[in-house]
């Protein structure tokens, strides 16, 4: 499966983001997916992710109560709202997929997902 992430760009703190990440393929309801960042000299971390059927979702504790994971299955795309925006958000964020045709499993490692997209730059200015 391919990814194409987007929709980032510059915004002031307290602004809001919607990521987008389209994929090719007929068999998106078959994967979780999830997002990701990386900061300048940091390391890849988890952001959110969602299971296949987006019953479930999972985020981490920096982001939790500000972004929203969510997949429109008849859209095969998922996107981030990012509301609350923050200086230290400031990364490019990947889109992730994992194949996972049974279960309804939500992923946090890098290791764990089978796919990856090109990434999208958010930058929040103080």
């Known amino acids: 499966v391919q990814l194409q992430a987007s929709g980032g760009g510059l915004v002031q703190a307290g602004g809001s983001l919607w990521l987008s990440c389209t994929t090719s393929g007929r068999t998106f309801s078959m994967y979780s997916m999830g997002w990701f960042r990386q900061a300048p000299g940091k390391e890849r971390e988890f952001v959110a992710a969602?299971?296949?059927?987006?019953?479930?979702?999972y985020y981490a504790d920096s982001v939790k109560g500000r972004f929203t994971i969510s997949r429109p299955n008849a859209k095969n795309t998922v996107y981030l709202q990012m509301n609350s925006l923050i200086p230290e958000d400031t990364a490019v964020y990947y889109c992730?997929?994992?194949?996972?045709?049974?279960?309804?499993?939500?992923?946090?490692?890098?290791?764990?997902?089978?796919?990856w997209g090109q990434g999208t730059q958010v930058t929040v200015s103080s």
């Open positions: 992730a997929a994992r194949f996972s045709p049974r279960a309804e499993t939500v992923e946090v490692t890098t290791g764990q997902y089978n796919y």
């Open positions: 969602i299971s296949r059927s987006g019953s479930s979702t």
